[in-house]
C-alpha cells in the first residue's frame, strides 16, 4: 500500500526514551507489518530536509542545543492527513519551550518554512481515510504520553530504510 518516499538532506529529531520509546516503537512495527508501510524509530521532527554539509550541519547544531535546558513533550491524540510522512499521527503540544526551540532552529539553519506542527507519526504511507479510521478506532485516538527531552538527533535523511543517526546531541 505504501511507496517508499525519500527525505531530502538532513533531519533534527527529539526521541522519546525508556517505555514510551518501546510502546511507540512497537505500535509503529506493527502498523507497519499490518498496513505494509515502513518501520522508523518514534520521534518529533524539529526542522527536516536541511540541505547543509554534514560538518555544518554538526556546528549549528551544537550551537542550537548550547544553553538549551530538559523539557517534556506531551503527546495527544491521534490525527491524520493526505501526505506521506504524515498519513498517522499522534499530535504534539506545542508549549512555550518547544516553539522557542524551533524558532532558534530555524534562526540558526535559516530556513524559512510553514508554522510548526509537532507531531510523531506512527504510519507513514498513502492509505483511505477508511484505513485510518479502522486503525483509529483499534489503538484508540487519546494517545496521552509524555516524555522528556534532554537531547536533538541528527539524522541524514534519504531512503527510510536507510535514515542514519549521526550523532546525538546533548543539551548543554
Known amino acids: 500500500m505504501s511507496t517508499t518516499m525519500i527525505s531530502k538532506g538532513y533531519t533534527l529529531w527529539l526521541m522519546p526514551k525508556g517505555e514510551i520509546y518501546k510502546k511507540l516503537a512497537d505500535l509503529i512495527k506493527k502498523l507497519g507489518s499490518e498496513y505494509g508501510g515502513p518501520v522508523f524509530e518514534p520521534h518529533v521532527t524539529l526542522l527536516g530536509d536541511i540541505e547543509l554539509p554534514e560538518e555544518e550541519m ?31 499521527f499522534v499530535k504534539a503540544e506545542i508549549t512555550e519551550t518547544l516553539q522557542t526551540l524551533y524558532d532558534r532552529a530555524k534562526e540558526i539553519f535559516e530556513m524559512d518554512i510553514p508554522p ?3 507531531h510523531l507519526s506512527i504510519l507513514y504511507g498513502n492509505y ?5 479510521g479502522k486503525i483509529i478506532q483499534e489503538i484508540g485516538r487519546d494517545q496521552t504520553a509524555t516524555f522528556d527531552v534532554s537531547s536533538i538527533h541528527l539524522i541524514k535523511g534519504g531512503k527510510i530504510e536507510e ?10
Open 58 to 88: 554538526i556546528k549549528k547544531t551544537a550551537q542550537l542545543v548550547k544553553n538549551q535546558k530538559p523539557f517534556f513533550v506531551n503527546l495527544k491524540q491521534i490525527n491524520y492527513e493526505n501526505f506521506y510522512f504524515r498519513t498517522l
Open 116 to 118: 510548526f506542527m509537532a
Open 128 to 132: 483511505p481515510q477508511g484505513v485510518k
Open 163 to 172: 535514515w542514519k543517526i549521526i550523532r546525538e546531541f546533548t543539551f548543554s
